[in-house]
């Protein structure tokens, strides 16, 4: 059964008001995707969206790889497939094994990951089912990475984390 998005899509084109945040999501993505034209319906939030996520995937510290698997295990632990789906292909560009891509959607760690990357599995476990993170795990990151790093690293979990839950509630799909 297909859902349907809880809310219409904007039209990109079609609200003047919205020509320099629809050019800035273009210049960054290379397309309005259909999570872009549900965030259009605020045009403040889209802009800040636009920022924020632009920041955490093309300005981060962290490697595209470790970024990606982060990604996709929170897609995988929200139920969002839309997020999931899109980030695959990024995952792939950066590297990330069909392996790893396929051991992020198991509930225990295999031996697909490093020790770094299961360490980021771990903590983007730990943000998205508990939101607490024990200190030994994070005492185990900060030898893996140095203070931008970590923040980098929550930072991405944490907006992917609203990604995924705006994704799913609002029911938006490819």
């Avoid at 039209?11 to 800035?24: K, M, S």
């Avoid at 990330?96 to 891509?101: D, N, W």
């Avoid at 020790?115 to 005492?139: C, G, S």
């Amino acid at each position: 059964m297909t859902s349907v998005t809880r809310v219409a899509p904007v039209v990109p084109g079609t609200r003047p008001e919205l020509a320099e945040i629809e050019q800035g999501i273009l210049a960054e993505r290379g397309r309005i995707s259909s999570l872009y034209r549900v965030l259009l319906n605020s045009a403040p939030i889209a802009e800040g969206w636009e920022k924020m996520l632009t920041a955490v995937r093309n300005r981060s510290s962290l490697p595209a790889g470790l970024r990606e698997i982060a990604i996709l295990r929170v897609a995988v632990l929200n139920g969002a497939v839309f997020e999931f789906e899109a980030h695959v292909p990024h995952a792939t560009r950066a590297g990330v094994s069909a392996e790893k891509i396929a051991a992020s959607r198991e509930a225990n760690l295999g031996p697909a990951f490093s020790p770094q990357e299961q360490l980021v599995v771990q903590l983007a476990d730990a943000m998205t089912r508990d939101v607490t993170v024990a200190d030994e795990l994070f005492e185990r990151l900060r030898e893996h990475f140095d203070d931008r790093g970590l923040v980098d690293l929550v930072a991405t979990i944490a907006a992917y984390n609203m990604v995924s839950r705006f994704l799913v509630a609002l029911k938006i799909e490819h």
